[in-house]
Each structure stands twice: as structure tokens, then as C-alpha cells.
């Protein structure tokens, strides 16, 4: 009878420990695909040419010192030679707490490979970080 209480509170130790593994995967999960949706909702915007939204979305905290402006006309310069964007899928997400340059928190990169009217097929990526407002981007390249 000892050795079954044993077997069943080692059981209930390991179900109890999967069952938190579980729900944090299934958080990083959810943050994935929030994140996900924000950055998609984010790269509309951009694909729209509405660069002053855009610049709504980024992060306050983590502007790089430039106005509206800058940014309206950084991304005209960056976007607008690659004409309309035709396809876009993704590629794949990380989750990370901690890396150069930034303070720890909660970022998720995300990949997508875009095709343009005047660019080969390429890779957008766009990091973002959640804040209480929600996802919000703090970089963006197209390589």
C-alpha cells in the first residue's frame, strides 16, 4: 500500500509538472500568434503606405529618436522602390527575453518571406515587444 501512494504521488508530481510545461507552451504559443497577428496588422499598414499609423505602433520607450517625419520618410525611401507587395508567409517566430542593446522583457521576432512587384522573394523580419497596450514593433528589416 506504501509503495502505490509513493508510485501515485510521483504520478501526480510528473502530471502536475507536465501540466505547467504544458501551459507555458501553450502561453508561448498565444504570445506567438498574437505577436504574429500584430506584426501582420503592422506590415499592412506598411503595404498600404500608411507609414504615419505605422509609426503609432512602434514602441514610445524604444524610438530611436526620430520623429514621425523621419520615419514617414525612412520607410518611403525603403518600401516605396519595391512597389506593391504580392505574397507574404511565415517563416517562423522566436521568443526572447533578453538580447543586445534592449532591456529585458518579453520580444517575439518574427519572419515572413515577401515577394514585391519590383523585389525577388525576400525576408521581412519585425520585432516586437508586448507592453500593456499590447504588441508593439521595435524593429524592422527586409533583407
Known sequence: MRRLASVLCALSIFASGCATHSTSR?????????????????LKL?????????????AQDFRMARTQKQFVR??????VPFGKTL???FIGAANLH???????????SIIFKTGFEHKAQTAERVILVQ?????????????
Do not use: H, T
Open 26 to 42: 501553450a502561453e508561448r504559443r498565444a504570445d506567438e500568434n498574437d505577436a504574429r497577428s500584430a506584426a501582420l496588422s503592422w
Open 46 to 58: 506598411l503595404d498600404d503606405g500608411d507609414y504615419e499609423e505605422a509609426f503609432e505602433w512602434e
Open 74 to 79: 525612412y520607410m518611403q525611401a525603403r518600401r
Open 87 to 89: 505574397d507574404r508567409s
Open 98 to 108: 533578453k538580447f543586445a542593446g534592449v532591456p529585458e522583457g518579453n520580444y517575439e
Open 131 to 143: 507592453q500593456p497596450s499590447g504588441w508593439r514593433v521595435i524593429d524592422y528589416r527586409i533583407y
